[in-house]
């Protein structure tokens, strides 16, 4: 059995797929199980990744390609690579990033010393201009506390930085929310820090972040990924509703809630009926939610939302638009 299995969902990324390849087939950690996920993807990322094999013999034996029966996105691809998983961990990396090559061997080394059942490391997000290192603050070394208090300290719930035992994700059915390809890593993160106990992290090896490449699924999105996020929390607001102790998440659910939907104030007046039905009590988290939860942009948005002046906003945003 691999110690680590890495997930690499693969679609269009044929411009970034051999640096994301021969950063994983140089880890320092030998026994790796990597499943890239084709997600039919139209371009020759596939052919690169075969390519790349021959280069790397070595790790034949424990690479594999699997297909998916037609593009879905990446929560389908996700959901195919945990299904096939046979590592004692799991990790994922998308196609467009990469890793330094030590880090794998780091956050498994640090999950068998500290007996954790998640590991966690810095990113370094990579600019056309530059890099960025983000450095994660310290964290509760219980799973479960960071969900808790997530809302007032939140975490970015994102899958490529945390390795994560399979076994919490096979003991409790944990897959991605099938259809929904925006915020989906928050859909499968809040449920395993639920389940989880100890929490551990590392710093100095790092997950590279490519926030250059503008056709990922994060570069930008229009109503339909909004309403995706809103799918997310209510999926995650009926899980924790049904769960003994689902007192303790409330004020998280709100703000998985209100982040999701304060998406929907763009430069749309007519999403503003919208924005005031969908979830309407989780307006009262806004006073404590934690405001590194926002884009630049978005501490803007939140702003004038919490102050009553949406409208402006919009009309602001309408302007911005017409000048852009």
Known sequence: MPKITVIIPVYNVSQYIEKCVRSLF??????????????????NSITVIERLLEEYP??????????????????????????????????????????????????????????????????IYEYDTGSELHEIQSLPENCKDVVRYWYR????????????????????DILPYEGLNMWEDNGIMMRLFYYGNKLSQIHGSHYHYNRSNINAMTAGYGEKQVMQMIGIAQHLTDFFDAQPDSADFVKTVKALQFLAKINLI???????????????????????????????????????????????????????????
């Open 26 to 43: 140089e880890q320092t950690l030998e026994d790796i199980e990597f499943i890239f996920v084709n997600d039919c993807t139209p371009d």
């Open 58 to 123: 070595h790790r034949k034996t424990t690479a594999r390609i699997v297909t998916t029966p037609q593009n879905s996105g990446q929560a389908t691809a996700r959901r195919y690579g945990i299904i096939e998983a046979t590592g004692d961990f799991i990790i994922h990396c998308d196609g467009d990033d990469w890793v330094d090559t030590d880090l794998y061997e780091r956050l498994y080394n640090t999950a068998i010393y500290d007996n954790a059942d998640i590991v966690i490391c810095d990113e």
């Open 153 to 172: 300290n939140i975490l970015g719930m994102f899958c490529h930085n945390k390795l994560v035992k399979r076994s919490l994700y096979t003991h409790n």
């Open 266 to 324: 763009t430069d749309k007046f007519s999403n503003i009926e919208r924005y005031r039905t969908i979830f309407p009590k989780s307006e009262t988290i806004m006073s404590e939610l934690d405001i590194r939860a926002f884009s630049p942009k978005g501490k803007i948005r939140f702003t004038m939302v919490r102050l009553h002046m949406t409208l402006l906003f919009i009309m602001m945003f309408k302007l911005y638009n017409i000048i852009k």
